[in-house]
């Protein structure tokens, strides 16, 4: 779907614009995801990085050896981008941060080995292991 869609952190210091076509969206379960986020489970939205554009703030960074660099608000904590070493075309964009985020489905759960047994979302959706590019 081509749209325009805004976010930001929970300060307002962040805020962002994304625009084009929304790719893939899934909800990823890996350990990094769980410990940067605080969450169970995060939930990212995949664009080009052309289609990406901060509107507001200075995002800190956070580089995880030898997989990503994450972006977040040095005030408020808030998670909000990620671009993997693997595909630096496009960045992944948080959907919580996302002004309307009940626009936006999953469609599909990434590193599912390290699922909680007991957290119970969109079962019907196909899961991955690791993740399948
Ligand atoms: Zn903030
Ligand atoms: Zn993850």
């Known amino acids: 779907m081509h749209e325009v869609m805004e976010g930001g952190c929970h300060c307002g210091a962040l805020r962002y ?47 995880a050896p030898a997989s990503c660099t994450r972006w977040f608000c040095g005030r408020c904590g808030a998670h909000v981008a990620l671009q993997t070493t693997h595909s630096e075309a496009s960045i992944d964009v948080t959907v919580a941060t996302m002004d309307r985020p009940e626009q936006v489905r999953a469609n599909r759960h990434i590193w599912t080995g390290s699922r909680l047994p007991w957290l119970h979302l969109d079962e019907q959706l196909p899961s991955e292991e690791r993740e399948q590019l």
């Open 17 to 63: 614009r994304l625009e084009g076509d929304l790719g893939d969206v899934a909800h990823c379960h890996c350990s990094i995801c769980r410990r940067v986020s605080g969450g169970l489970v995060v939930t990212w939205v995949t664009v080009p990085r052309t289609a990406f554009s901060w509107l507001a703030g200075q995002p800190q960074r956070y580089v």
